[in-house]
């Protein structure tokens, strides 16, 4: 493992890849079957890969390509992908259906939503998985009961109760805590517990959520193809408890035979679980635990996914802490596009990325870790910006008031 100098309140360590382990769970008959059954539902539609052409130039890399999440099924964010594939493959499940050749428009049928109507899906979330949870739950009649961390923002539980048939609570305790809450009242009352991290005894649903994520990696690559570009070089995820970020680069190493684009896993400084794991060099998942507090809600999350983190641990090659102004600083770049380049509207948890990209190109303290990590002007990067502006006060007091949140730069 190497640990280098810290720079901005930037952490970054880079450790040996241990390519051997394969991921059954995220094989490309899997990630087929995903495909087949989001493009089944009246609302499913590409989300842009957008191509930033002079922010590439500018920060001396050869492309830049944003998938632009905030486009995803009228949710703004990319999270239900995951728990509509998850609730899709318990009602499956529940009603003997074969998950291979049942579409969305199936379960719309009345004697279907007659079977369902009873049934209550509980989730624990800072925002956007719960908003996706109870998208996914009234659109096939079911009820959903959400719980929300304390300090989550009031316009996102608004958000979820305004989808329907959903009770939503912002609890007292912090992320990891509520995911307990929400599993203990799940096993009481036999309601179905759609979480977006696993434990041991709780690996089948994440696992659903994974698969169903794959499908914006898998159509990033194919817009990526029909540009010519077989692979990017450089991947930056960010990640919570890791689902997403394990998803997506499972699907790549699976895509290109144990060999994905060298990949960075992106944290909040105040709750980066997987850093510290991946610090720890032992192999095995480490919590971040107490008062967990950032900005970037959606990855405020201090315990790692257990079925997603030995993804993260052997084939990610850097890992990254950032404090908060970090993510700001990509949002201001996203929403200030140069030239002829696109506007993206990104929220805290969505710019984090590309927030560590400008760091590492732009400040000469970085040369030494932009050298490692191949970064220069033959770099294809690949960025996913996973929500929109969900706190729409917050995005303005960021990108337009200026809320910097640091005292480095």
Not at 225 to 252: C, E, R, W
């Amino acid at each position: 493992m190497i640990k280098y100098e810290e720079h901005f309140g930037i952490n970054i360590i880079s450790t040996k890849l241990n390519s051997s382990n394969k991921i059954d769970f995220l094989t490309k008959s899997i990630v087929d079957d995903v495909e087949k059954f989001h493009t089944s539902i009246d609302k499913y539609k590409k989300t842009p890969l957008v191509k930033l052409d002079n922010l590439a130039s500018k920060l001396g890399v050869k492309s830049i390509f944003v998938k632009d999440e905030s486009y995803r099924y009228g949710l703004n964010a990319f999270k239900a992908l995951g728990g509509l594939y998850a609730i899709f493959r318990v009602v499956c499940n529940k009603l003997n259906l074969d998950h291979t050749s049942t579409t969305f428009e199936d379960l719309q049928k009345a004697d279907i939503k007659e079977k369902l109507k009873d049934i209550v899906f509980v989730t624990a979330t800072d925002g956007n998985h719960g908003k996706g949870v109870a998208w996914a739950a009234n659109k096939l009649g079911c009820k959903s009961v959400v719980f929300m961390p304390k300090g989550s923002v009031v316009a996102r539980a608004k958000a979820i109760e305004s989808i329907g048939n959903s009770k939503v609570t912002i609890t007292d305790l912090n992320y990891d805590d509520t995911v307990r809450k929400a599993a203990s009242l799940a096993a009481e009352k036999g309601w179905y517990i759609i979480q977006d991290t696993a434990w041991e005894g709780y690996e089948e649903i994440p696992n659903f959520i994974s698969q169903g994520y794959t499908i914006m990696a898998k159509e990033a690559l194919d817009e990526l193809n029909k540009l010519g570009i077989d692979k990017p070089t450089h991947l930056f995820l960010q990640a919570g408890v890791g689902s997403m970020a394990g998803s997506v680069l499972g699907y790549m190493v699976n895509r290109f035979d144990k060999k994905p684009p060298i990949t960075t896993i992106v944290e909040p400084a105040t709750v980066a679980c997987i850093y510290k794991s991946a610090k720890a060099n032992d192999s095995k998942p480490h919590a971040v635990t107490g008062e967990l507090h950032t900005i970037m809600a959606g990855l405020n999350c201090g315990e790692p996914n257990v079925t997603t983190w030995p993804i993260l641990r052997d084939y990610a090659s850097f890992y990254a802490s950032c404090p908060d102004y970090v993510t700001a600083r990509g949002m201001r770049i996203l929403a200030s596009p140069i030239k002829d380049d696109k506007k993206i509207i990104s929220g805290e948890s969505g710019a984090v990325g590309l927030g560590l990209l400008s760091m590492l190109m732009e400040k000469d303290e970085f040369e030494d870790i932009r050298r490692d990590m191949g970064l220069d002007k033959d770099s294809v990067v690949l960025i996913f910006s996973t929500e929109g502006n969900t706190d729409p006060k917050g995005y303005d007091e960021i990108v337009y008031d200026g809320r910097n949140f640091s005292p480095f730069v």
